[in-house]
């Protein structure tokens, strides 16, 4: 069998090894693929008469897909698959697969770790510190920003599965109360420090508030101005969840404004940012490009996953289906 990996760059900048999926296909990498509006061009011609096509973020279009003749398998380089017309692939009898659960720990890790850059500033002090302002300054210590202590404080976590509890157990860890909005409460997992509540209990009480929810109809936007007038003066907002969960001009002018005392975010709506994102312009707000789920142990993982998905399917029980 043929595959072709349209973007492989990201998942593997060189310090992964492709050997495992070449032992299954006969497999060509590409790093990078560029697309037009359609999803044709080079797309199509680079995918050729392959039966196996594996993407991260380069999309496979209904055009496109319908364009690849001999395509039986596309395998999602991510837990995300939006950039795959599913429908179209089930009315083609293609198979797609996806990546769930491999990034539960570094995502979570980078929730508090982007919860803790907006307490302590750690970058901008360093480069304080470097640029000489320490050594020049008059008092033994200084802080360019407030400092936050997160002992005693409430974080409200919007989407409570499994990174959305991971967060929770290292929040606590810190001190912090969880207050939980899921769909699917798990009640048994209640405790003196965690408990679930309504959406609107958490968005009025929270002094933090993280992002873990899947990008729905009901989640799109959920943090837009009417939420945010229910919030406390000075919450802090984490998303590294779905860029469009937040409604960004309302956050950029919540920001500005100080109702909102700092947000930190490792996704927008339009990746790469576009350089017009008002929250690129914004008070107190952090970004960084959408490495969550980039750590090595959590790409190989990944990429663990990749190569069992394509060897369930090559035994005839496909798993981690999304087309059914």
């Given at each position: 069998m043929k595959a072709v990996v349209l973007d492989g760059y990201t998942l593997n900048p060189g310090d992964l090894s492709w050997d495992k999926l070449k032992e299954l296909c006969?497999?060509?990498?590409?790093?990078?693929?560029?697309?037009?509006?359609?999803?044709?061009?080079?797309?199509?011609?680079?995918v050729g008469?392959?039966?196996?096509?594996?993407?991260?973020?380069?999309?496979?279009?209904?055009?496109?897909?319908?364009?690849?003749?001999?395509?039986?398998y596309i395998g999602?380089?991510?837990?995300?698959?939006?950039?795959?017309?599913?429908?179209?692939?089930?009315?083609?009898?293609?198979?797609?697969?996806?990546?769930?659960?491999?990034?539960?720990?570094?995502?979570?890790?980078?929730?508090?770790?982007?919860?803790?850059?907006?307490?302590?500033?750690?970058?901008?002090?360093?480069?304080?510190?470097?640029?000489?302002?320490?050594?020049?300054?008059?008092?033994?210590c200084f802080w360019k920003y407030p400092l936050v202590e997160l002992a005693g404080k409430t974080i409200g976590i919007i989407g409570f599965g499994r990174i959305g509890q991971a967060t929770a157990r290292i929040a606590q860890a810190?001190?912090?109360?969880?207050?939980?909005?899921?769909?699917?409460?798990?009640?048994?997992?209640?405790?003196?420090?965690?408990?679930?509540?309504?959406?609107?209990?958490?968005?009025a009480k929270a002094d933090v508030i993280s992002l873990h929810c899947p990008l729905l109809e009901s989640t799109k936007g959920i943090i837009n101005k009417?939420?945010?007038?229910?919030?406390?003066?000075?919450?802090?907002?984490?998303?590294?969840?779905?860029?469009?969960?937040?409604?960004?001009?309302?956050?950029?002018?919540?920001?500005?404004g100080g109702k909102v005392g700092g947000a930190a975010l490792d996704v927008v709506s339009t990746e790469p940012i576009n350089s017009d994102n008002p929250l690129l312009q914004a008070k107190n707000c952090i970004i960084t490009p959408h490495i969550s789920w980039a750590p090595k142990e959590s790409r190989q993982r990944l990429m663990d996953i990749v190569i069992n998905n394509l060897c369930q399917y090559i035994a005839g029980s496909p798993i981690n289906v999304v087309n059914k």
């Open positions: 006969d497999l060509t990498v590409y790093d990078r693929t560029a697309y037009d509006a359609c999803g044709l061009n080079e797309i199509v011609k680079r008469a392959a039966d196996i096509v594996f993407t991260n973020k380069t999309p496979l279009s209904a055009e496109a897909i319908t364009a690849m003749s001999k395509l039986k999602v380089l991510a837990t995300g698959y939006n950039v795959v017309d599913i429908k179209i692939a089930k009315q083609r009898g293609i198979v797609v697969t996806n990546i769930p659960t491999y990034g539960t720990n570094a995502v979570s890790q980078m929730a508090i770790a982007l919860l803790l850059e907006l307490c302590h500033h750690v970058g901008v002090h360093n480069e304080a510190v470097k640029k000489g302002e320490w050594a020049s300054n008059p008092d033994w810190l001190g912090m109360n969880v207050l939980a909005f899921d769909s699917y409460p798990l009640k048994e997992i209640e405790s003196a420090t965690l408990r679930y509540v309504e959406l609107d209990e958490l968005i009417n939420n945010i007038a229910k919030m406390k003066t000075g919450v802090m907002i984490i998303n590294n969840s779905r860029g469009p969960l937040v409604m960004e001009k309302d956050l950029a002018e919540a920001l500005n």
